[in-house]
């Protein structure tokens, strides 16, 4: 499988050669859903807690006898039903972390990269490198190229580059390293360099 490659101009200045083991299967729509809702419920801390009328201070004092007064019967002034009372079913700390196994993670990559080649929303440039952080020159790229939701794959971290993303609002910038199917699904479009085709070839053949 062949890929028009780009540079910074927006024209055509060759082809990459692209694996079919990893940019031409049929894609997994199932794996890549529970990728997605893995990495979501792994973004979750759990450290959210409220007290239950066991944990509420005071309330050992019955407020007032039983019968009587007219009121309804009552054992403590930390009921949930009362100000200053508990919480019924109180959320405690908890793990709400997912675990994927290498095979299915490797699957929903790959679903999802030969996704993107198969509805023409994956982009290789040739190399992407500024001599100082420029927004604006960031953006006449993506203009070049007609892009509009992106995300910009490096195959290292690169601080101008990154730095040259991160203003834009409809772009993101990761490294392969860090590459994960939720980001991959949330923008439009896949903008990836010739070395990080080639280290996604290397780390998911």
């Known amino acids: 499988m062949k890929a028009d490659m780009y540079n910074k101009d927006g024209q055509i200045v ?3 050669d692209l694996s079919d083991e990893i940019f031409g299967i049929t894609p997994n729509e199932a794996v ?3 990728s997605v809702v893995a990495y979501l419920a792994n973004q979750r801390q759990g450290t959210q807690s ?3 009328r066991s944990e509420v201070s005071g309330g050992g004092k019955k407020p007032w006898r039983q019968k009587g007064t007219g009121r309804a019967r009552a054992g403590t002034s930390r009921s949930p039903l009362w100000y200053h009372g508990g919480v019924i079913f109180a959320p405690k700390p908890r793990d709400y972390s997912q675990s ?11 679903s999802v990269l030969s996704a993107k080649v198969q509805d023409k929303e994956l982009f290789v440039i040739d190399a992407l490198t500024f001599d100082e952080p420029k927004t ?8 070049n190229l007609k892009l509009a939701k992106t ?3 490096t195959a290292d ?3 101008n580059v990154f730095k040259s993303v991160n203003n834009i609002a409809t772009a993101k910038c990761t490294t392969v390293g ?3 199917v939720y980001d991959m699904l949330k923008y439009d479009n896949l903008l990836v360099t010739k070395d990080s085709v080639d280290k996604i070839e290397e780390v998911f053949a």
């Open 14 to 16: 060759g082809s990459v």
């Open 32 to 34: 890549v859903h529970q």
């Open 50 to 52: 409220a007290k239950t």
């Open 100 to 110: 994927m196994n290498k095979k299915m993670k490797r699957l929903a990559m790959k």
């Open 136 to 143: 604006k020159e960031m953006v006449k790229v993506l203009d």
């Open 151 to 153: 995300l910009v794959v």
């Open 157 to 159: 971290s690169d601080r």
């Open 178 to 180: 860090e590459l994960n």
